[in-house]
C-alpha cells in the first residue's frame, strides 16, 4: 500500500479486551495460533469496511460532480479534488489547489455554501468550509466485530 489505508488500529481499540488477553496467551502459554487468528479477522473486518467507505465517498463524490457541473461554471477535478481531499477546505487551500486569486476562491466556496454543498463555520480568523456528508461518513463509521 503507498498510503495508510486500513486502520486496524480501530478494530483493536474496539476489541482491546480480546486483544491484550490473547497477547497474555502468547505470554503464558506461547498460544499464537489464536491471536494471529483474531488478526487476521481485523485485517477482514477492517478492509471490508474500508471498501464500503471508499464506495460511499466515490459516490458522493459523483453526486458533487454531477451537481457543481450541472450548476456551476468554474467546475474542476482540481476543485472536486479539494472538497474531498479532507472533510474541510479554506480559502488558502483553494487557492493554492487551483492556482486562483483569494476572492475567487472565496466565492467559489461562499456560493457552494449558498448552495448547501459546504457549511461554512469560523474558528478564530479563518473560515472553514465543511463538506458535512464526507465528515458525517467518517463520523458514523460501523463498529467493527
Known amino acids: 500500500l503507498d498510503i495508510p489505508i486500513l486502520y486496524l488500529s480501530r478494530y483493536i481499540i474496539q476489541?482491546?479486551?480480546?486483544?491484550?488477553?490473547?497477547?497474555?496467551?502468547?505470554?503464558?502459554?506461547?498460544?499464537?495460533?489464536?491471536?494471529?487468528?483474531f488478526i487476521i479477522e481485523g485485517?477482514?473486518?477492517?478492509?471490508?469496511q474500508t471498501i464500503q467507505t471508499i464506495l460511499q465517498i466515490k459516490a458522493l463524490m459523483q453526486e458533487y460532480k454531477q451537481r457543481i457541473?450541472?450548476?456551476?461554471?468554474?467546475?474542476?477535478?482540481?476543485?472536486?479534488?479539494?472538497?474531498?481531499?479532507?472533510?474541510?477546505?479554506?480559502?488558502?487551500?483553494?487557492?493554492k489547489?487551483?492556482?486562483?486569486?483569494r476572492i475567487t476562491a472565496a466565492?467559489?466556496?461562499?456560493?457552494?455554501?449558498?448552495d448547501g454543498l459546504l457549511v461554512k463555520?469560523?474558528?478564530?480568523?479563518s473560515n472553514y468550509y465543511i463538506n458535512q456528508p464526507l465528515f458525517d461518513?467518517?463520523?458514523?463509521?460501523p463498529t467493527l466485530r
Not at 43 to 48: P, S
Not at 137 to 141: E, K, S
Open 15 to 37: 476489541n482491546k479486551s480480546n486483544y491484550y488477553a490473547g497477547l497474555q496467551n502468547i505470554r503464558t502459554s506461547n498460544h499464537w495460533e489464536e491471536w494471529i487468528l
Open 43 to 48: 485485517i477482514e473486518l477492517t478492509a471490508r
Open 69 to 95: 457541473r450541472r450548476d456551476y461554471k468554474f467546475y474542476s477535478q482540481d476543485l472536486l479534488n479539494n472538497l474531498f481531499q479532507h472533510p474541510y477546505t479554506k480559502i488558502e487551500f483553494l487557492q
Open 97 to 101: 489547489d487551483l492556482n486562483i486569486s
Open 107 to 114: 466565492n467559489y466556496l461562499n456560493q457552494l455554501t449558498e
Open 121 to 125: 463555520s469560523k474558528l478564530g480568523k
Open 137 to 141: 461518513l467518517f463520523i458514523h463509521l
